[in-house]
């Protein structure tokens, strides 16, 4: 039959092919048929090649849906007259180019035919179309929206590319830093434990590595604390474990990830499982599929980084699942520039700007206390900067250790995040308006320190208004000079900027 179909030459004869089909009663011979007619139809009004076809087979697609709801025969004039004019090819682009979809990409999306839409057709041919194009139509296909609140520093938006705004680009940056914990302590954890999964799998020692996805506390990709099952479960039904792994390494799309949950919610209810370990489950997604998911595996707290993304960057906002919205947002990023070459890591980034972002009032989430951060090596740092950030760690803890004793333990935060990418060395929470801010400089002098901290404290206290500090506290080893005493003298008398400086010495050092 398949060949039969195959040798008609006319959209005519595969119309009445069909029509003969139908009243047969083969209801796959008729769709086959139809698909023909189409096919020979955009050949007929002059289109040839690949792209062009299915461009003319975009069009009809959407002129039947129009006409489903209209109830009459219904006819694209405007892009039928754009088509002659320009040809199939550039009117596609045109459209594509537009800062806002066509009313086609919409029809054709909301009737489960976006594969057919101009966008789609335009990545499936990228050849046959300008950089551009290509760049705007997988732009929108990833939901990058090009409508947004405007241009960065006077640029354009028009080529479909996310554009992070200034508090984006701050935020980029400071995820950067090699110094941060994010970088200098979460990257290697995080990346041994990725490289050690995708090893396992590789090799079809799916279960080596059960454990490290399910029942792991911290495994690197994220913290489940109280989420997990506990290895008596896990042992339980490791059988089923090890398939499930193997499952989702092959099929880590959103709908395996709604299998999922619907297999572990029978579990649930069967009682084989206390509970149903949403956090888990988008974890092991994470862990097996990080070029597709970030580390954010918590529903609530990625959709408050998602309005973020949004405003900043101009994310066009997902529905759909935890994983549905994950992958959105991982394809958003994919396209921003300053993330190129950044692999998975820029999977970590999510969860950075959730550290920073404010609550309802603005103000950065502080939780008290202090992570001890290692004196041995670092990667990815020169050895003159290592030194510099191991000795940083050894001043933060002893600093630590002088604020808790003056003001409490619960009221000493280290690695305050700032809200502008960055994070304060400690913060001292004296109550919910009042704080101090400290930076903390390895430096041979009092005058070298005051100019490394004066940038970053002034930033992070007065930029997003966030914290409002009744001191800003400057932290080196040197004695303070005369001469810079009386520089921040000074400054505090003509500038009201409350500045200290703060000599601490390591126990032990001459």
């Known amino acids: ?79 039928r007259k754009m088509m002659r004019d320009h040809g199939a090819l550039l009117a596609a682009e045109r459209m594509v180019l537009a800062p806002n979809p066509s009313i086609g990409y919409t029809v054709l999306s909301e009737a489960g035919l976006g594969a057919q839409s101009f966008e789609a057709i335009i990545d499936r041919f990228p050849q046959e179309f300008s950089d551009r194009a290509v760049t705007a139509a997988r732009a929108r296909l990833a939901g990058v929206r090009r409508d947004w609140h405007g241009p960065v520093n006077g640029g354009s938006i028009s080529t479909g590319m996310p554009l992070p705004d200034a508090e984006a680009l701050m935020l980029i940056e400071g995820f950067k830093d090699p110094a941060n914990r994010f970088q200098s302590v979460w990257r290697p954890h995080y990346a041994n434990t990725i490289s050690t999964i995708r090893q396992a799998l590789l090799s079809g020692q799916v279960a080596d590595v059960v454990d490290l996805i399910w029942s792991e506390g911290d495994n690197g990709v994220s913290n489940a604390a109280q989420g997990v099952l506990g290895l008596p479960v896990i042992h339980a039904l490791r059988a089923q474990f090890e398939a499930l792994t193997h499952d989702i390494a092959m099929d880590g799309s959103p709908e395996s990830f709604y299998r999922v949950v619907t297999m572990m919610e029978e579990w649930r209810d069967e009682k084989m499982i206390p509970k149903l370990p949403m956090l888990l489950i988008a974890r092991a997604f994470a862990a097996i599929h ?19 993304f949004s405003f900043h960057t101009g994310l066009t906002m997902p529905g759909g699942n935890w994983a549905s919205k994950a992958q959105a947002l991982m394809s958003h990023m994919n396209l921003i520039d300053t993330f190129d070459g950044e692999n998975i890591f820029r999977s970590m980034f999510p969860w950075f700007v959730y550290e920073q972002l404010g609550d ?69 929470r004296l109550s919910d308006s009042q704080c101090i801010l400290y930076e903390i400089k390895v430096a041979l002098t009092a005058a070298s320190a005051v100019r490394q901290a004066m940038g970053q404290l002034l930033e992070y206290a007065f930029r997003s208004g966030r914290f409002e500090p009744e001191k800003l506290v400057i932290v080196a080893e040197p004695e303070l000079d005369p001469v810079t005493e009386k520089f921040l003298q000074r400054l505090n008398d003509e500038f009201r900027l409350r500045l200290e400086y703060l000599r601490i010495e390591l126990p032990g050092d001459e």
């Open 290 to 308: 990080p070029e597709r998911y970030p580390t954010l595996v918590v529903e609530e707290k990625l959709e408050k980084v998602l309005g973020w």
């Open 1 to 79: 039959m398949d060949g039969t179909i195959a040798r008609i030459k006319t959209s005519r004869e595969a119309k009445v092919f069909a029509a003969n089909a139908k009243r047969l009663g083969d209801s796959v011979a008729e769709a086959k048929a139809l698909d023909r007619a189409l096919e020979l139809q955009a050949r007929e009004d002059g289109y040839s090649t690949p792209a062009e076809i299915a461009i003319a087979l975009a069009l009809y697609a959407y002129e039947d849906q129009q006409g489903k709801v209209s109830g009459k025969v219904y006819r694209a004039s405007r892009t």
């Open 360 to 428: 309802a009032n603005q103000r950065v989430p502080f939780t008290p206390g202090h992570r001890e951060r290692p004196e041995s090596t670092i990667v990815d740092l020169p050895a003159t900067s290592r030194q510099v950030l191991l000795r940083h760690n050894r001043l933060q803890t002893h600093l630590y250790g002088l604020l808790s004793a003056q003001y409490g333990r619960g009221f000493v935060k280290t690695e305050q995040a700032t809200g502008s990418g960055g994070y304060a060395d400690a913060l001292v």
